[in-house]
């Protein structure tokens, strides 16, 4: 793994492009970028996570660190054309994804969905633990579907 490009953008989010390429036969090659974004927590984040029944630190721990990735890959890339592949999948990356990971509103629906998902995830875990101290020793009753 290498670190082609590490940069804040606009919005204040970590940008880092990975190459993460790696030789699969003879002289060909698995060429793959990780664009990986990681945002910080921010102050406007906290009006979210207060409406939440768990504690304020557990929330924020939980939610941290905030990141999306989206991964480029070629595959069975002969040697002679690995370095020019990597550069035209580096400014397509550049050109195309960066302006949208810069966008303020960005940040913003990256954070919802990551708090959506983790309501979602301890939704199910409360009902999992319900689940498991219920009295449910006996088997359920499905005789009213043979009727």
């Given at each position: 793994?290498?670190?082609?490009?590490?940069?804040?953008?606009?919005?204040?989010?970590?940008?880092?492009?990975?190459?993460?390429?790696?030789?699969?036969?003879?002289?060909?090659?698995?060429?793959?970028?990780?664009?990986?974004?990681?945002?910080?927590?921010?102050?406007?984040?906290?009006?979210?996570?207060?409406?939440?029944?768990?504690?304020?630190?557990?929330?924020?721990?939980?939610l941290?660190?905030?990141?999306?990735?989206?991964?480029k890959?070629?595959?069975?890339?002969?040697?002679?054309?690995?370095?020019?592949?990597?550069?035209?999948?580096?400014?397509s990356?550049?050109?195309?994804?960066?302006?949208?990971l810069?966008?303020?509103?960005?940040?913003?629906?990256?954070?919802?969905?990551?708090?959506?998902?983790?309501r979602?995830?301890?939704?199910?875990?409360s009902?999992?633990?319900?689940?498991?101290?219920?009295?449910g020793?006996?088997?359920?009753?499905?005789?009213?579907?043979?009727?």
């Amino acid at each position: 793994m290498e670190i082609i490009e590490e940069k804040v953008l606009a919005n204040g989010a970590l940008l880092s492009i990975v190459d993460e390429s790696k030789k699969i036969a003879g002289d060909r090659w698995c060429i793959k970028l990780r664009c990986l974004t990681t945002i910080s927590w921010a102050e406007w984040m906290d009006q979210y996570v207060a409406e939440e029944a768990d504690p304020y630190e557990v929330v924020r721990k939980s939610l941290e660190p905030i990141t999306h990735e989206i991964v480029k890959e070629r595959n069975f890339i002969a040697q002679s054309e690995k370095d020019q592949i990597i550069a035209e999948m580096l400014a397509s990356l550049q050109d195309n994804v960066e302006h949208y990971l810069a966008s303020p509103n960005f940040t913003k629906n990256c954070f919802l969905k990551h708090l959506q998902e983790w309501r979602e995830a301890q939704k199910m875990m409360s009902m999992m633990k319900a689940e498991e101290t219920s009295d449910g020793d006996e088997p359920a009753d499905f005789s009213g579907c043979f009727r």
